[in-house]
């Protein structure tokens, strides 16, 4: 069979400023969201941001990832980093109703074209 083409990931433009996605959770609402994207190195989309303003103590975190590159998820609150994830990684968080969270999702360059597509769930748990 022939070997697929790898593509760079297309350049998104979000930031920690401005990121992809910012969902705010509520008991009223919706208590979940999952969010998928694509990240490559050392050319493309190298990192996504995504922000979600959780109701509840505590938040599960599922990251599926696809594709030859593993890159690194960080949870951040208040310029803090509260929890790291790799793939496949299923974590609790604790997190505090009301204040917003951002993920940073960066791909690991190792020289050449890596690209990987991803899965991301948060679910707020009551």
């Known amino acids: 069979p022939p070997t697929p083409t790898l593509i760079p990931a297309p ?5 920690a400023q401005t990121p ?8 009223s609402g919706s208590h979940s969201f999952q969010y998928s994207d694509d990240v490559s190195s050392p050319d493309g989309d190298i990192e996504d941001w995504i922000q979600f303003t959780p109701f509840t103590p505590t938040t599960l975190l599922i990251l599926d990832c696809f594709g030859i590159a593993t890159p690194t998820l960080e949870v951040l609150q208040n310029n803090s980093s509260v929890q790291e994830l790799t793939c496949g990684d299923k974590v609790v968080i604790d997190t505090i ?3 917003a969270y951002l993920i940073h999702i960066e791909s690991n360059s190792a020289g050449t074209l890596q690209y990987t597509s991803y899965i991301l769930q ?5």
């Open 11 to 15: 350049i998104d433009g979000d930031s």
């Open 20 to 27: 992809a996605v910012s969902v705010i959770l509520s008991a």
């Open 122 to 126: 948060v679910v707020s748990i009551p």
């Open 97 to 99: 109703g009301g204040n």
